[in-house]
C-alpha cells in the first residue's frame, strides 16, 4: 500500500477544503476503497474520513426521507421508516454483503464503490481501460460471465463491460432518489439516476461528480406505493456474491390495470439500470404475465451479450416477470420463476 496522510472532517465545509487535492479521497467505510488501495488501484496521497458527517435519517416536509451520507447500510435496513415505506430498499441492502461489511459500509460508499471486474483488480497483469485508459480490455475477450449486457458501446469494441456493483443504488435509483452534494463551488442536487454514468470512451469517469464534490445526503420523494415493493437478487451462491441480475420493482396495480410502477435492473451495466422502456410499456396497461414479459423485452431488446453472458438475457427476463408477478400477485407460469442461470 502506498503512504497517505490521514485526515478526519467535522463537517462538510471542512471536507471539502481538506480533499482540494485531486489525489484526495473521502473515506467512508472503507470496505471497498481500503481493498482498493491494498491492491495499489487507488493512490490517494490524502484520505479525509467523512464518517463522523451527517449520521441521521429524517421526514422531509414533503413527506419523504432525507439520508445522512454515513448513515450505514445495517442502520439504513433497520429503520423503521424504510421497512415499512421503501422495503425494496431494506432488500436490496440485505442482499448487500455480510452483516460485518453492512456494519461498517456506509450509504455514500455504497453507491460509490467500484466494478468487482477480476481484471480491474489485477494490477499486476491485465490490462484495463478503466484503470488505465487506453491500455486495452482484457475483459472483452476473456472470462466475462459476470459482465455488462446494456449500455456498453464503442467501435470496434467498447472501451469498458463492467458492471456496477451496488444493490442499494438499484433500489434507490428505482425510487427516484435525489443526491445532495457539497463541493467547492457550492451546494447542488441531482437525480441519483444521472450520479453514474456509462463507460462510453472514457471508463475511468464512473459518475457526475465535479472534483471535490462530496455526497452529504440522499433524499427519497413520498411514494406511498413504494410500500409495495421489492427487490430480487440472482447470484452464484446465497450470500456474500454480486448480482447476476437484479431487479427493483414498486408497482400500484387498481383493478387490473397498473396505475404506475418503478423498474430498474442491477448486474446488467456499467450503472445502476432505470428500466424507463419497460415503465413505459406498463403503466396503464393490465396487469398480466403477458404485459411483464412484453415490458422485460422492450427493455432488453438492445442488450449485446457477451462470450459468457448470453444466459443474462433470459435470466433478467424471467426475473422481470417473476418480480412483477410477484408484487401483481398475478399467478406466472413456473418456469419463469426459477432463479438459476
Ligand atoms: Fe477494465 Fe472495464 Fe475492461 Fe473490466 S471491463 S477490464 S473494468 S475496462
Not at 451527517?54 to 414533503?62: E, F, K, L, S, V
Not at 440485505?94 to 453507491?111: D, E, P, V
Request: net charge neutral.
Amino acid at each position: 500500500m502506498t503512504p497517505f496522510r490521514y485526515e478526519r472532517a467535522d463537517d462538510a465545509a471542512a471536507a471539502v477544503r481538506l480533499a482540494a487535492d485531486p489525489a484526495a479521497r473521502y473515506l467512508g467505510g472503507g470496505t471497498n476503497l481500503v481493498d482498493l488501495m491494498r491492491e495499489v488501484v487507488e493512490r490517494p496521497d490524502t484520505l479525509v474520513d467523512v464518517t463522523a458527517l451527517a449520521r441521521g435519517i429524517a421526514a422531509t416536509d414533503a413527506g419523504g426521507l432525507l439520508i445522512g451520507a454515513a448513515v450505514t447500510n445495517t442502520q439504513l435496513a433497520e429503520h423503521r421508516a424504510v421497512r415499512e415505506r421503501y422495503p425494496v430498499l431494506a432488500r436490496a441492502i440485505l442482499a448487500g454483503a455480510s452483516a460485518q461489511i453492512r456494519n461498517m459500509a456506509t450509504l455514500a460508499g455504497n453507491i460509490l464503490q467500484r466494478t468487482r471486474c477480476t481484471y480491474f483488480y489485477d494490477t499486476a497483469g491485465s490490462r484495463c481501460n478503466k484503470r488505465e485508459p487506453g491500455a486495452g480490455c482484457d475483459a472483452i475477450e476473456g472470462f466475462n460471465r459476470i459482465h455488462a449486457i446494456l449500455g456498453a458501446s464503442g467501435s470496434p469494441s467498447p472501451a469498458c463491460v463492467a458492471t456496477h456493483p451496488s444493490d442499494m443504488a438499484v433500489a434507490l435509483v428505482a425510487l427516484d432518489a435525489t443526491v445532495h452534494l457539497e463541493g467547492p463551488a457550492g451546494a447542488r442536487a441531482m437525480p441519483l439516476a444521472d450520479l453514474h454514468r456509462l463507460p462510453g470512451g472514457t471508463p475511468e469517469h464512473e459518475t457526475n461528480l465535479l472534483p471535490g464534490e462530496l455526497i452529504v445526503a440522499i433524499e427519497l420523494p413520498a411514494m406511498p406505493f413504494a410500500a409495495h415493493s421489492t427487490y430480487r437478487k440472482v447470484r452464484d451462491r446465497a450470500s456474500y456474491a454480486f448480482a447476476l441480475v437484479s431487479v427493483a420493482a414498486a408497482l400500484d396495480v387498481e383493478g387490473g390495470t397498473i396505475r404506475d410502477v418503478r423498474l430498474a435492473l442491477g448486474g446488467v451495466a456499467h450503472k445502476p439500470w432505470r428500466a424507463w422502456r419497460a415503465e413505459a410499456v406498463l403503466r396503464g396497461a393490465p396487469a398480466t404475465e403477458a404485459t411483464f414479459r412484453a415490458a422485460a423485452e422492450a427493455e432488453l431488446a438492445d442488450a449485446v451479450p457477451l462470450r459468457d453472458n448470453g444466459f443474462k438475457i433470459p435470466l433478467a427476463t424471467r426475473t422481470i416477470v417473476a418480480v412483477l408477478g410477484e408484487l401483481s400477485g398475478t399467478a406466472v407460469h413456473a418456469e419463469l420463476t426459477g432463479e438459476a442461470a
